[in-house]
């Protein structure tokens, strides 16, 4: 099972988005920015999907293996860190930064999983490049 925290499993123009977002986090919020999860390979999203389905615990993805751009090289999670401590909630004040984490995103060009319907995933941006899931799954390239 893979499930990498490193940029360089990224693919390189979705790792230089994520650069790019983490030092405007950094300026013009003054936190951290750090990287939970990158690439996932098949196993471990379906070890992911489990949870909350056939494995205790709350669900965390609607996404089966290849159901995800993480899958893909294409999409990361980051969580803030102000004062040496993350910041996981996401009410209040701290609602207000995940709304600024998730604007700066996209202005780097990615899509936010704070902009999902069905089920709102704040640490999540990718950037599909136009392709659908179902073409990524049939093996067209990504530029
Ligand atoms: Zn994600």
């Keep these: 099972m893979i499930t990498s925290r490193k940029l360089e499993d990224l693919h390189p123009t979705v ?14 919020l003054g936190i951290d920015l750090v ?22 615990g709350a669900k965390v993805t609607n996404a089966k293996a290849g159901y995800s751009y993480h899958n893909f090289r294409l999409a990361f999670d980051v969580v803030a860190v102000r004062h040496g401590k993350p910041v996981w909630n996401t009410s209040g004040e701290d609602g207000k930064l995940w709304q ?44």
């Design 100 to 143: 600024d984490i998730g604007r700066i995103g996209k202005e780097c060009g990615l899509e936010w999983g704070g902009d999902f319907k069905t089920l709102k995933d704040l640490p999540h941006f990718q950037d599909s490049k136009g392709l659908t899931l179902a073409q990524l799954r049939n093996g067209e390239m990504v530029a």
């Design 35 to 56: 990287f939970t999860a990158t690439y996932r390979d098949d196993e471990s999203q379906d070890a992911l999907y489990a949870i909350g389905r056939t494995v205790k």
């Design 15 to 28: 790792r230089e988005k994520a650069l790019k977002m983490e030092k405007r986090c950094e300026a013009e």
